[in-house]
């Protein structure tokens, strides 16, 4: 389609005018397609959550209108899972590591970023190195020290193994490089210590990066499932993901409506706070593929 | 390699220090900053040694036992190792871990930068932020949501993406079921949630071109073709070089969608790498093998990123 149009301007001589107006509606065809592949899927599963038999799911196509809409659906759910369990524990786990990380990225990043030592050319070879060592593969021995520890089944095993990031260290250190040295050159003349440059001059210039790590990570580990998988055996200690799956059951058994309905209020609020906060997790994420 | 490359990152201009630290008079560094740097380190540090280190010098020595959970693991040598090299299962499992991993690198890179520049083209800007945030939302919605969602609307004979391409004459696929499919439908899903950040972390690299260089393309009588290979790609490249690496690293780290899609199956057509590893270790309770495939899986991506640091050297413009 696009070579055609390419292909065929120069002999039709075709004006600019014209040649641009088709290639803006071709845009906005592929814009359009792809946006209805995001959107249609969760349509199809909010509208699920609301209907009241499966059988009418299962029937296609599927009709836009839903004649007796329900709520049954997200009674059920509570019947059969701990759902507001799942919500709570994954909001301790993901805030916790998020809070974890802002200190041990900002603190080490400043050190990197400001800082003269020796050795810290190495320490820092030795973070990005570190960024090929992933949680996966070091999964195993995790568990047997969590486990030893008498740590797996409760949320410190989730919440542990992830506090240090490198990706954190690095995206900090280049946000405290990108500030004026002149900052804290006045602050150590008037007398300042690293401590208060750090607290007082370092971090209230730092909001918007300590906010992109923190969405970054937040989400990250909100959404993750292998760990949980490994280390959490006890159903109320689990996190969302996994009881989402434990809903579902293995192979799909459950009602449609019930996960459905499960999955809806798992991604509900998840919807709330992305609109409310849009221009900042646009932002964020924008901006940390700039600043690497 | 990586001390060169980081070197070059530091570029805060301090000269190394070559000679004996000890006698060298004119070193800059202020007595006290050891000490604070010591403190400011030290939550990196010790959460670095407890929760990489330890962990990374145990999956090594783990890989010269055999250790099932039950017992303390016996010392086997390098049995492990030898028996990574007559493992047929482990060697499928890396082809389809590779095989999707390049499609799902391939779409995020390619698919990503298409629906980018279109979304740079002169549009409303209420109709930009909807595209921007549909594309984005499902990067923040989790796997296994994603995953579940996929399950059904992938379904046989039930689903709707099967019923959609029966009206273009397509017929029923097997997504879920079929060894050619199954890899497929891993690839469309993750893929499908991941291509939103590829497109916001490109549309970024975009704005960051300064329009000046384009108007100055277009005075010269560059056509559109012209000015994106000539000017934006080349202007664009430690962006693609930054979607390379990280989603390099991602697709090799594949885990909620084949878990929940396909359980890995048919056999192993749609394993990945990591729920082999998660099988072996908390399946059959191999923690000694499980471990020795963790390395490889760690050497895979030490050996492709130091590759794509080469390579980015030769092809990336740092302007």
């Known amino acids: 389609m696009t070579t055609s149009t390419i292909k065929t301007a120069p002999r039709r001589r075709a004006t600019p005018r014209l040649q641009s107006i088709g290639l803006r509606v071709l845009t906005f065809a592929i814009l359009i397609v792809a946006a209805f592949a995001i959107v249609a899927p969760f349509a199809w599963i909010f509208r699920a959550a609301l209907s009241p038999s499966d059988a009418e799911l299962y029937r296609l196509p599927p009709s836009l209108v839903v004649n007796d809409l329900t709520t049954a659906n997200f009674g059920k759910v509570f019947e059969q899972v701990p759902f507001l369990r799942f919500v709570l524990n994954s909001i301790v786990v993901a805030g916790s590591i998020t809070a974890a990380q802002l200190i041990t990225c900002s603190t080490a990043g400043y050190a990197f970023a400001r800082l003269e030592f020796r050795g810290k050319n190495v320490l820092f070879a030795i973070v990005i190195g570190s960024l090929m060592i992933p949680l996966q593969v070091t999964i195993v021995p995790l568990f047997l020290v969590m486990a030893k520890l008498g740590l797996t089944n409760t949320l410190w095993a989730l919440i542990l193994p992830p506090i240090f990031s490198a990706f954190g260290i690095f995206l900090l250190r280049q946000h405290f490089f990108s500030l004026p040295k002149d900052l804290d050159e006045a602050a150590r003349i008037d007398g300042a210590g690293h401590a208060r440059i750090f607290f007082q001059v370092m971090l209230p210039l730092s909001g918007p990066a300590l906010a992109t790590l923190g969405i970054i990570t937040f989400t990250y580990w909100w959404n993750d499932l292998l760990l949980p998988l490994v280390m959490i055996n006890d159903t109320q200690t689990q996190t969302l993901p996994v009881g989402l799956v434990l809903l579902a059951g293995r192979f799909s058994s459950g009602s449609l409506g019930t996960i459905a309905a499960g999955i809806t209020m798992a991604i509900i609020p998840v919807l709330i706070v992305f609109i409310i906060a849009q221009r900042h997790i646009v932002q964020s994420i924008a901006s940390s593929g700039l600043k690497l | ?319």
């Not at chain 2, 893929?191 to 005075?219: C, D, H, M, R």
């Not at chain 2, 000015?227 to 664009?236: A, E, M, Q």
Request: proline share 4%; charged share 15%.
């Open chain 2, 1 to 319: 390699m990586t001390n060169t490359t980081v070197r070059q990152a530091v570029g805060d201009g301090r000269k190394p220090a070559t000679h004996g630290g000890e006698i060298a008079p004119k070193r800059r560094t202020r007595p006290g900053d050891g000490w604070a740097a010591a403190a400011f380190l030290a939550p990196s540090a010790g959460s670095f040694l407890l929760f990489v280190l330890a962990p990374t010098i145990g999956v090594i020595a783990l890989s010269f036992y055999s250790w099932n959970l039950l017992s303390d693991g016996t010392f086997i040598g390098l049995d492990n190792f030898t028996r990574l090299f007559s493992d047929s299962r482990l060697v499928a499992v890396y082809r389809s871990t590779t095989t999707m991993a390049l499609a799902i690198l391939a779409i995020n890179i390619v698919i990503g930068l298409l629906l980018a520049v279109l979304l740079e083209t002169r549009m409303p800007r209420i109709i930009r932020g909807f595209f921007r945030l549909s594309f984005l939302f499902p990067f923040v919605v989790s796997s296994s949501a994603v995953a579940l969602i996929w399950r059904f609307l992938l379904n046989k004979d039930l689903g709707l993406v099967n019923y959609w391409l029966g009206f273009i004459g397509v017929d029923h696929i097997d997504w879920l079921g079929s060894s050619a499919w199954a890899p497929v439908a891993v690839v469309l899903v993750n893929s499908w949630k991941t291509v939103g950040f590829s497109i916001l972390v490109y549309v970024a690299g975009l704005q960051s071109i300064p329009n000046e260089i384009k108007e100055a393309a277009i005075v010269d009588g560059a056509n559109a073709w012209q000015r994106f290979f000539r000017i934006t790609l080349p202007l664009l490249s430690p962006t693609v070089f930054f979607l390379v690496v990280i989603n390099t690293i991602n697709a090799f780290q594949v885990f909620a969608e084949p878990r929940v899609l396909t359980q890995g199956g048919p056999g192993d057509a749609s394993r990945t790498v990591v729920e082999f590893i998660y099988d072996t270790a908390f399946q059959s309770f191999d923690l000694g093998y499980a471990s020795t495939v963790g390395i490889t899986l760690m050497l895979v991506l030490v050996v492709l990123t130091l590759i794509q640091f080469r390579v980015s050297r030769r092809f990336t413009f740092y302007g």
